[in-house]
Every structure is written in C-alpha cells, then in structure tokens.
C-alpha cells in the first residue's frame, strides 16, 4: 500500500486538482455528485439485506473434515474396504454401556432392537453390533463385558453424513431400559464443531465490534470518523456469510470457515476503510473542497486498496496447490473475502465521505470541554512523535538494534523446532461435548483401541489357493518391531482361516491367532496393532515397514498413523510449489510498487522470521501446553495440526506485505526527494507508524476473539494470528526493517537498467505511479 495514502501529510497539489474547476471535474468521485451520493449507500443497503437473507442456513451446508490429503494410498486402502469387505472408518460410533453386562437377557434384547432401529434409519448404509450375529461382534465388546460399541456407516457426503448423525443421534443417546447410549464419530463430530463454532462466532463478534470501535475512535478521535470502517466491516461481514453458501454449491467448505472468513473479512475491511477515512481526512486539512477530496481519497486510495487485496488473495491461492481439501476449502473463502472487503470499502467509502463531508471529525471524545461548548474536533497529528524518536535511535546503531531483533525473534521461534504434527481428532472439542466425552471413555473401556490399528488390504490373494504365501506373509508381519498384535479381522460372509503367530525375535511366542477374511472372490485383511501413540516416530515407521514388506500380491495399508504419514509426505512435495507461488507473486508486487530488486527479497526474509514467533507460540501453548491459563482450557494432544501453520501463515504473511507496503512506499517518496536513505526511513517510520499500529491492532482484536473458541484449532488460529500481525506491526517495522533499510543504504534502490524500464512503462499502464 502507498504509504502516503497512510499518513496524514498534506501531498503535493496537482493543478488538475485544484485548478479552475475543480469542484466540477470532483462530481464523479463519488460516482455521483453529493446530492446524489445517497444512492450507492441505499444500494449497499439493499443488497445487504438481500445478502443477509441469502446467508440464512449457511451453517447446515458446511462440514467437518478435509485435514488428510487426497489421493493417497490410505484413501484407496479405506475405499475397497468401505466398498469390498463392508469395512472401513466408521461415521458414527455409539457407546453402549449395560446395567449387569451385555450377556443379560435384557440387555441382549435391547441391544438387538437399538441395532435393529439403527439400521432401518434413513441414511444408514451398514451397522456393526455385538448383537449383530456374527463373529464381528467380539471385537465390539469390551474385556469386562459391560461395554459395546455400535457402529454404522452413513451414505452421502460429509455434509449429508453430518444431518443424518445430527437426526439419529438425540433419538438414540441416553437411557433405554438397561442399556445407556453415548454417540462420537466423524459425523456426530462435525454436527457438534457446527454447534460449537456457531456459538463462538455469535461470541467473537460482540466481544470484536466494541473493542474495534474502542481503537477507533481514540485513533480517528472522532466517533463518526471511526462508524466509517465499522460500517464497511459489518457489511463485508453479511457478504462473506453469502459468498460461504455460494461456495458450499461448488465445494465442500469447512464448518470453521465461517469463523475464519468472518473474521478475516471485517478486519480487513476494517482496515481498508480505516485507511480510506484517513486519506480523505488528510485532504481536508489541506483545504481542498469536500468533492477534490473525495476524488483523491477515491482515486489514489483506491489504487493501494486493490494492491493490498491482491496481496492477501495472492498469499492465499498458494493453498490451492496443496492436496488437502480443508486448505483447498479455506483459500477460496479467504481470497473471495479478502477481494470482497476490498470492493465494499472502494464502493461505499467514497458515497459516504461525501454526504459526511466536514462532519466526519465531528464528536471526538478527548475534546477537552471549553464552558458550555467542547473545543473544534482536530484531528491528530500527521506523524507519530514516538515512532520518530524510535527509528532516530534505530537508525543511529541499525547492527545493533536490528541484530538483537533478529535474535530475540529466533529465540521465541525455537520451539518450533521440535513441532511434532499430528492429525485432527475429536479433542479439538471441549472436553465437556459428548463427542470428546464419549471417545475418552472409549479409550479408557478398551483395551484395544482402534486408533492404534493399521489395516492391511491384499485385494488379489486367494485366502485358500495363496494359504502358504498368506501365512508367511502374517509371520513376517508380526516379527516387525512395534507390533503389539495381529488382530482377525472377520468376514462379511464366508469362512476363515486360523494360524499361530509367533511373536518375533526376541519375543515371547505368543498365543494370538491372526484371522484373515475369506469374503466372496479374492482379498484378505489383516488388522495390525502398532504403538501406543499411532501419531508416533515408531507409528510412521512401522507404516514404512509394512508398505516396504514384501507381500503376496498387491498390498495397501491404511490408518490413522497411515493417513499422517500419507499426508506429511504429500504436504511436503507440495509444499516447495506453494512456498514458490508465495515468494514469486510477493516479489513482483512489491517490485512493481518500489522498482526495486533487494527491497521485495528482504521483505520475503524478514516476515518469513517475524512469522516465526507465532509458530513457536503455537508448539510451546498448544503442543506442549504452556501458558493455558493465559488462552483459556484445551485437550493437550501433544500434536500440532499440520493444517494450521500452513494456513496461519499465508494468512499472516499477507497482511505483513500490507504493512511493509505501507512503509516501503513512504520510504522511497522521501527519499526520492531528499537522497538521504537514513532519513527517509526516519521519515517513512514516523509517518506510518501510528496508522500501521492501529489497523494491526484492529486486526488483531477480531482475529484474536477467535482465541475465547472452546474449538483448539481456532483458538489456536486466533492467538496465532494475533500475535503474529502485533510482533511484525510494532517489532518489525518499527525496529528490524527499518534496521536492515538504513544497512543496506543506496543498495535498496538498485534496479537494472532492463527491469528500471520495465517498471516504468508497468507503473505508467496501471497507475500504479498515481498512487504513491
């Protein structure tokens, strides 16, 4: 962003501007004159109610899930067994306890009938019961024979899947006769992350709205200035919620989405009318009517707007490229509501400055009263005396000061070090939800947990014809380090087949039998208990050693510790395209602002290291548990989801381009007119300084009330972001760029003479150049 457009100095006059008629030529800068500028805001209007009503069951439409990459063995392995063996991940799980055990008459019989009503149900496409018949059902009672496990699989989408949980589930839970119901699962999950994040995004908004008011006006000092971008940050609000259920139409979209893209949206229009409010003020002051004002406030402010939106989908669009549907999902929501903020603050702002005209200073709540009348509202000063003094001192020892910057920043980023990732399950609820209640008590019932099982699917082997390579291949199975059991895994129909295994080198020979389904045609499945944390080093690794094994035909493997090994590794070659997409479309923004080389690459170094603190703040709160009175109670998992420092970082990234716009266009102004590099970064900082603060803290007030979410992955996401726009609003550009700009001296305008001439015939096309 033009940091001119920032600031509050009065910029030199243009004759078209100022000149003979002028007030005539500034008619169309509110696309209408004043006595016409009335029609755009009843139109906002209009189409806000319109949008509002649109927006009506948006949440119905969205889904929990997506955090496991697409097209990956796993995916497969879990596929032919939904489709093939009847098998595969359950999306609704219900806990059954019994009063005397299951084996009771009573508790038989209404077993039967729960497992009965469950599968007559809408949407129910297969039900696994201990009451069912058949030797499935062993492995679905606990070791004390008072707990059973019901479990069904439901047809459609994760969205469909999801209203058949959210209609079954009141009707099945709770006391029937002998038997007491409890419900977790993907799909019961989802219903209860809607709820949730529902009632935290209702939450969020009346803690956020005030606060931002708050800064507002005690940085605008008016209250009419600061309804401004509160205005335009409501209505990018009622817009986003619509462009969500647009969204659903074309893709599954995450049921966090709307906490995110809510959030997102309001601080960014926020700051874009924050921005915009503060232009027009500027031109007043140097006496221009209220239509020249409006012009220039439209046309040069408008221009930075539409850069800084750019910049924010940019960062986002590098998401797309990575093959997890929950990112997929949230790249779309933010860069359509970043573009959205951004048109509802260059339409609206302009109409409404006009009919406002001079009364936008009106109402300052710091205007000492003189007798019966309070003084005439003035507005603050062009530059920050205190930044001023901070970028004289920075200035002065930039090694100094910029070095012990750089390393306080790595010291808090650290942590991050040993981030372990690990997969999103259903404690990222409160632990009061009975998703979360329901799957501790599984834990804590079974000694056999699912979770620690990794599925093996031979789709080829004839479990009669192939009986010596089978039984083989079961030894050499159960001979692998980290192997605790080799669990039978019954057959939808047919026979089975039992053998002895031993229990490896070094082992005792232990008395378990390995069972292979004999379904109809070939195939077999082999059920393999690993370690006790499946999101462990020794998990991965024994995923390795199975898919490196030799096996009796085509072997696929599937899991939990699967799914994350499956995912890291497809983030990871994905991963150097995103960070490229990042780092290319950065650069040319930023060179197309400056016309310089070194400034856009600094720039990509520096918020990549301010970026850092946040994602140590995230692995030593939310992976070790530090600090959990400050950001209020959590499951510790001892994992980090993998999807949050992707997202949170484009996210963060973005608005750190937007602030170091902000100062790198007013640097380069000064010293365009002076030569002295040293002060214009005195310069640069002292004149964006208080602008930049208060559009970060804006942002962070609204992202950072996603941190009171009783959900961890957007409480994590809010404190992160938080923290993040602060640190590189107040450190960074106050301490470490200015540091490393008054360093690198002369060096930061160098441009070669093919690019300088580049530049300028680009700049000249878009008017990029009347925006500085």
């Not at 378990?512 to 082999?526: N, Q, T």
């Not at 160098?750 to 530049?759: D, E, F, S, V």
Request: charged share 20%; with cysteine; net charge positive.
């Amino acid at each position: 962003m033009s940091s001119q457009d920032l600031d509050t100095a009065p910029a030199p006059s243009r004759p078209s501007d100022t000149g003979p008629g002028a007030a005539g030529r500034a008619a169309p800068a509110g696309r209408t004159g004043r006595g016409r500028a009335w029609l755009v805001p009843a139109l906002v209007f209009v189409v806000t109610l319109l949008l509002g009503v649109a927006g009506l069951g948006t949440h119905e439409r969205l889904a929990n899930g997506g955090y496991t990459a697409s097209g990956t063995e796993s995916e497969r392995a879990n596929r032919l067994l939904a489709d093939r063996f009847g098998g595969g991940s359950p999306d609704l799980v219900l806990l059954v306890r019994a009063e005397g055990g299951l084996d009771t008459a009573r508790a038989r019989a209404e077993g039967r009938q729960l497992t009965l009503r469950l599968a007559r149900a809408t949407g129910v496409g297969g039900v696994r019961s201990p009451w069912s018949g058949d030797a499935a059902g062993a492995a679905l009672r606990s070791d004390d024979g008072t707990l059973a496990l019901v479990t069904a699989d439901l047809t459609g989408a994760d969205r469909d899947a999801a209203r058949t949980a959210g209609a079954l589930v009141p009707e099945l839970t709770g006391r029937h006769g002998a038997l007491s119901v409890q419900a977790t699962g993907p799909a019961w999950v989802s219903v209860e992350a809607g709820r949730v994040s529902q009632r935290d995004l209702v939450r969020a908004e009346f803690v956020a709205a005030p606060l931002t008011l708050l800064i507002l006006v005690l940085a605008l000092r008016s209250l009419v200035a600061a309804l401004v971008p509160l205005v335009i940050g409501a209505v990018a609000v009622v817009g986003t919620v619509a462009l969500l259920r647009l969204l659903t139409y074309a893709m599954p979209v995450s049921v966090f989405a709307m906490n995110l893209a809510t959030a997102l949206g309001f601080g960014l229009a926020v700051d874009y009318g924050l921005f915009l409010v503060t232009r027009y003020r500027e031109e007043l002051r140097t006496g221009k009517p209220v239509a020249v004002a409006v012009q220039r406030t439209a046309r040069r402010a408008g221009h930075t707007v539409a850069v800084s939106a750019c910049t924010v989908a940019l960062s986002m669009a590098a998401l797309l490229v990575l093959p997890l549907p929950f990112l997929r999902s949230m790249a779309c929501a933010g860069m359509a509501v970043a573009l959205l903020a951004a048109a509802t603050a260059v339409l609206l702002v302009p109409p409404v400055l006009n009919l406002l005209g001079t009364r936008v200073d009106r109402c300052d709540p710091l205007a000492v009263p003189r007798g019966r009348h309070r003084a005439r509202p003035r507005a603050p000063r062009a530059d920050s005396p205190a930044w001023r003094t901070v970028a004289r001192v920075v200035t002065r020892r930039p090694l100094y000061y910029g070095g012990g910057c750089a390393l306080v920043l790595l010291l808090f980023a650290s942590p991050f070090a040993h981030v372990h990732f690990g997969l999103s399950d259903e404690r990222v609820l409160p632990a009061h939800t009975e998703a979360h209640r329901t799957s501790q008590a599984i834990r804590e019932g079974f000694t056999s947990r699912t979770e620690r099982n990794l599925t093996v699917v031979l789709p080829d082997v004839d479990v009669v014809r192939d009986r010596a390579a089978l039984s083989a291949y079961q030894r050499r199975v159960a001979a692998l380090p980290s192997v605790a059991r080799v669990a039978e895994v019954p057959a939808p129909t047919g026979g089975a087949l039992w053998a002895g295994v031993d229990g490896g080198p070094g082992r005792a020979t232990r008395a378990d039998r390995v069972r292979v389904a004999a379904p109809p045609g070939p195939g077999a499945v082999l059920t393999v208990t690993g370690p006790e944390d499946p999101q462990s080093r020794a998990g991965r690794d024994l995923v390795q050693r199975l898919r490196s094994l030799p096996a009796p035909g085509e072997r696929l493997v599937t899991g939990r510790a699967a799914y994350l090994f499956d995912t890291r590794d497809a983030v990871r070659d994905r991963l150097p395209l995103a960070a490229g997409i990042v780092a290319v479309t950065t650069w040319a923004m930023l060179f197309l602002l400056t016309g310089s080389v070194l400034l856009p690459v600094k720039a990509l170094v520096v918020g990549a290291l301010s970026l850092g603190t946040s994602f140590g703040l995230m692995v030593h709160v939310f992976q070790d548990g530090h600090l959990r009175e400050a950001v209020g109670e959590f499951t510790v998992t001892g994992t980090l989801d993998m999807t949050m420092p992707l997202l949170m970082f484009v996210i963060a990234f973005g608005l750190a381009i937007d602030y170091e716009i902000f100062l790198l266009s007013r640097v380069k102004e000064h010293y365009a007119l002076t030569g002295d590099n040293r002060q214009a970064v005195v310069e640069g900082v002292a004149r964006t300084g208080r602008l930049v603060t208060t559009g970060a803290l804006a942002v962070a007030v609204v992202t950072g009330a996603l941190a009171t979410s009783g959900v961890t992955l957007l409480k994590l996401l809010g404190t992160g972001l938080a923290v993040a726009v602060l640190v590189d609003a107040v450190l960074v550009r106050g301490v470490l760029v200015p540091a490393c700009l008054t360093v690198a001296g002369r060096a930061n305008w160098w441009t070669p003479a093919p690019l300088a001439r580049a530049h300028a015939r680009i700049s000249a096309r878009t008017g990029l150049d009347e925006s500085r």
